[in-house]
């Protein structure tokens, strides 16, 4: 939640504000009503723990010596976003942000004014068009919904070895509650029920997969998750990987022995090879600043602690309990040792509280199962 500092307000609808380490010029939370996609300038409180990882993320490049980022924010609303970055890291030596809103253009010039006026320009227009500054090393999608629209501007404007953060929105389309519009809009069919928001994430993983190859690019996701009411993932990409094949496939339920899915098949196509990059993924830390330190803090821990088992879904003790006719479901703690001392990589996953990713076949998590029930 942003805290309100001493500066008078210089009008009814924005405040100074500071989110995380960065002092901004804000609209009144819970002052705007209705769909947010109709405020004129959009700023979500509920977002900060994104914000907060996007700055653990950009701080890792830093750490790893990367080249400051000539970067482009495409929808930028208040700029909270980029600006954050460039104020609480030292990943950026510049950063372009176009917003076609005219009074979310008055607050984001503002803010960029109070931030970093050397660093920072604002674009006022589509971001559909490629904006002077290209080729850029990092751009990052943000929308309403989905980035799909934003794409073909996106793959035109990043550079050959430059990092992408793509934001989707769209969890009904993409997590299985209007199917036929995953299918119009992503090509893919999705998963329902509990492991709809992860296939949701692998389908526009695929999607953005298929995207960067038709432009001669080839993608390494950095780190990608779920969250809340949104799904996003941060990637490389590549030239030199475009003729790569990539982990992209159909999940039939009838052959895959990974976690059960209800429905019958095939689904995706998604996405069925690694979220992150491990040795990006174990770097990130809490950033100092960070604005809501206890949920970001969560998240990090069990994103850091599934990366080295890094297979596409997860198990859950409920649904085990279910599978394996106990009314009692074993405890995570109990599956996870089992699973260990069967010398399977076991950790807990960062979509559910109670999620477990093993390499382990569905068999010896059964098994697993079994005895931790009949020893609980
Ligand atoms: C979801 S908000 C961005 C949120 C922002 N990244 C943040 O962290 O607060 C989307 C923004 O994109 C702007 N927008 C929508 N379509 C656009 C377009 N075609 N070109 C430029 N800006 C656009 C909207 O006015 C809105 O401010």
């Given at each position: 939640?942003?805290?309100?500092s ?8 924005v405040?100074r504000c ?6 901004l010029?804000?609209?009144?939370v819970?002052?705007?009503r ?11 409180p ?8 996007n700055?653990?993320?950009?701080r890792?490049?830093e750490?790893?010596?990367y080249?400051?980022?000539d970067?482009?924010?495409?929808l930028g ?5 980029g600006l954050?970055l460039?104020?609480?890291?030292g990943?950026m030596?510049s950063?372009?942000v ?8 008055w ?13 920072v320009?604002v674009?006022s227009g ?5 904006p002077?500054?290209a080729p850029?090393?990092?751009v990052?999608?943000d929308p ?5 629209p934003f ?15 793509v934001?989707?929105?769209d969890m009904m389309?993409?997590?299985?509650v209007t199917?036929g519009?995953?299918?119009?809009i992503?090509?893919a ?6 492991l ?9 993983m695929?999607?953005?997969d ?6 001669g ?14 799904v996003?993932?941060?990637f490389a990409?590549d ?6 094949e990539t ?5 039939d339920?009838?052959?895959?022995d990974?976690?059960w899915?209800a ?16 040795d990006?993924?174990?770097r990130?830390r809490?950033?100092?600043m960070?604005?809501?330190?206890k ?6 821990e ?11 879904f997860?198990?859950e ?6 599978r394996?006719?106990?009314?009692e ?5 109990a ?10 990589r ?5 979509p559910?509280e109670?999620?477990?990713r093993?390499?382990?076949p ?10 931790a029930?009949?020893?609980?």
């Amino acid at each position: 939640m942003p805290t309100e500092s001493e500066a008078p307000p210089p009008s009814p609808s924005v405040r100074r504000c500071v989110e995380g380490g960065t002092a901004l010029w804000l609209p009144p939370v819970g002052a705007s009503r209705g769909p947010a996609r109709r405020r004129a300038v959009f700023y979500n409180p509920a977002m900060a723990v994104d914000r907060d990882l996007n700055v653990a993320f950009a701080r890792v490049a830093e750490e790893r010596d990367y080249p400051a980022w000539d970067a482009w924010e495409m929808l930028g609303a208040t700029g909270v976003r980029g600006l954050r970055l460039v104020h609480e890291t030292g990943a950026m030596g510049s950063l372009v942000v176009t917003e076609q809103n005219p009074e979310a253009l008055w607050v984001l010039r503002r803010n960029a004014r109070a931030v970093a006026p050397d660093l920072v320009t604002v674009v006022s227009g589509d971001a559909r068009s490629v904006p002077p500054g290209a080729p850029f090393d990092y751009v990052d999608l943000d929308p309403y919904g989905s980035p799909v629209p934003f794409l073909p501007a996106l793959f035109r404007a990043i550079a050959d070895g430059g990092i992408v953060a793509v934001t989707a929105t769209d969890m009904m389309v993409l997590a299985g509650v209007t199917a036929g519009a995953c299918a119009r809009i992503y090509g893919a069919r999705p998963i329902r029920g509990r492991l709809a928001p992860e296939s949701g994430l692998r389908i526009l993983m695929a999607f953005l997969d298929r995207e960067a190859r038709a432009r001669g690019f080839g993608i390494r996701p950095l780190l990608s998750y779920v969250q809340g009411h949104h799904v996003r993932t941060y990637f490389a990409v590549d030239r030199s990987l475009s003729r790569r094949e990539t982990p992209v496939g159909v999940i039939d339920p009838t052959t895959w022995d990974g976690p059960w899915i209800a429905g019958r098949g095939p689904f995706g196509p998604m996405w069925l090879g690694p979220l992150g990059d491990p040795d990006w993924v174990r770097r990130l830390r809490l950033p100092p600043m960070a604005a809501r330190p206890k949920e970001t803090g969560a998240l990090l821990e069990r994103l850091i602690e599934e990366s080295p088992v890094d297979r596409p879904f997860y198990y859950e003790p409920n649904e085990l309990a279910r599978r394996i006719g106990r009314r009692e479901p074993p405890s995570v703690d109990a599956l996870l040792a089992g699973l260990r001392a069967r010398q399977r990589r076991a950790a807990r996953g960062h979509p559910r509280e109670a999620a477990i990713r093993t390499d382990a076949p569905r068999a010896t998590v059964e098994e697993v199962a079994r005895s931790a029930a009949a020893s609980g």
